[in-house]
Each structure stands twice: as C-alpha cells, then as structure tokens.
C-alpha cells in the first residue's frame, strides 16, 4: 500500500520568511495530493491540493510541487505569519488518502 | 458549506465498555471515513465506507467495527474499549474517492 514520508516533523521560522514542508510517497498510481492544516484544538481542514498530471499550483501565498519521477510534493508557504503557525499534514491517495505524520510549524512575530 | 458533525467533543468510558462514536454529514457525500489521530503517529486510518451498508477496513481495524445503515450517518464502535484506544477520532467525507475530505471536530475518547 502507500507510505508517505513527511519532514520536518517541526519548523521554526520567523515571521515573513518562507517555509517549506517535503512529503515523499511509494505508490506511483498515486494520483492526487491534498495539504491539511490543523489548528490547535480544531479540525484538520483542505488549504491545498494538486493531481498528478499538474506540476504546480498556487494560491496567493501558498504554492504545491510535485515531481512525479522523484514521488515528492511540497508545500511552500511565502511571508509567513502568525495565523500560519498549525500543524500541516500531507496526504497521497490511490485509494483512500493516506497521510504523513503532520509538521508542527510555528511562526515566530 | 459541507457539514460533519461529530455527536461528542469528549467522552470518557471504562475499559471493557462497549463504545459508539456518531458522524453524520449533511451533503449526500458518498464516501466516509474513520481515522484515529495520535502525537507523533498522523493519521491513521481505521475503516472507510464508500456505500450504504459497504465498509472497508483500513490500516488499523482491529477492535473497532462500523455501521453505515444511512448514507449520511458512519458509526465507530469500539467493542470493548481499552486504554489504548485512548485517542483523538476524526471522521471525515467524500463526494467521491478522488475529492478532497471534510472532516468533523473530533471526539476525544479517554478510556479508563
């Protein structure tokens, strides 16, 4: 079945730098990759998702990569702010999404 | 707007008690999902149900069951709770297996 792989497990950056989280996944009919983010106490909720016949997609100041040769997709969040610390989960599907461990980023004003 | 509605925030049982965590979601999705969510482990899949009366298991089944009678209504059932079922329960839907998910609050199960 799939395995996704996601680092860092944290991240520290200072606020209006950039922030990058790497997923790697196993199965290569894998074919849509969705970013969560989790606030502390709420649920995890959808900010950003990518197919596999798409190389990149952004949304203002969050972008998606995915390299389908290599199997790894990232998330790249520009001028981080204090609304963006959370944790991030990743996530790979075939069949049911399976998802890395989560990156707990804080973002320090 | 999709909702998921979990029926308890927290619940505290007693070990060997017979537990049932509700979710029902209120935009005909057809796919639903039971995932459990520990520090340092993610998300981890427990049952799925792509169907009224259809379950699939998932990554870590054993000592859970389900029950989808209702297409909107997914039930977790934990037949004889354990401390190590202690946990954070997410359920989530679908409009189709290749949609993003819609998750609900989360129950906080303490078994004791």
């Known amino acids: 079945g799939e395995n996704v792989e996601q680092h860092p497990s944290t991240l520290s950056v200072q606020e209006g730098d950039s922030a990058v989280i790497k997923c790697t996944y196993s199965d290569s009919a894998s074919n849509y990759f969705p970013w969560y983010k989790q606030e502390l106490g709420k649920r995890p909720q959808l900010i950003i998702d990518?197919?596999?016949?798409?190389g990149e997609k952004k949304d203002q100041r969050i972008a998606v990569t995915l390299n389908k040769t290599a199997k790894h997709f990232s998330l790249h969040i520009t001028e981080t702010q204090p609304e963006d610390s959370a944790v991030y989960f990743c996530a790979a599907r075939n069949t049911p999404l399976v998802f890395g461990k989560g990156t707990r980023l804080s973002v320090i004003a | 707007d999709v909702k998921v509605t979990q029926s308890s925030r927290y619940l505290v049982k007693r070990t060997g008690e017979k537990v049932f965590l509700e979710c029902v979601q209120d935009?005909?999705?057809?796919?639903m999902f039971w995932y459990r969510q520990d520090p340092g482990l993610g998300l981890r899949l427990i049952y799925f149900?792509?169907?009224?009366?259809?379950?699939e298991k998932g990554d870590i089944p054993e000592g859970y069951s389900v029950s989808r009678e209702k297409k909107e209504r997914f039930s977790l059932i934990l037949e004889s709770a354990s401390t190590n079922q202690t946990s954070m329960y997410l359920c989530?839907?679908?409009?189709?297996?290749?949609?993003?998910?819609?998750f609900g609050s989360g129950t906080r199960l303490t078994v004791v």
């Open positions: 990518i197919r596999s016949n798409v």
């Open positions: 149900s792509y169907d009224v009366k259809m379950k």
């Open positions: 989530a839907s679908s409009l189709a297996m290749s949609n993003g998910y819609t």
């Open positions: 935009m005909d999705h057809e796919n």
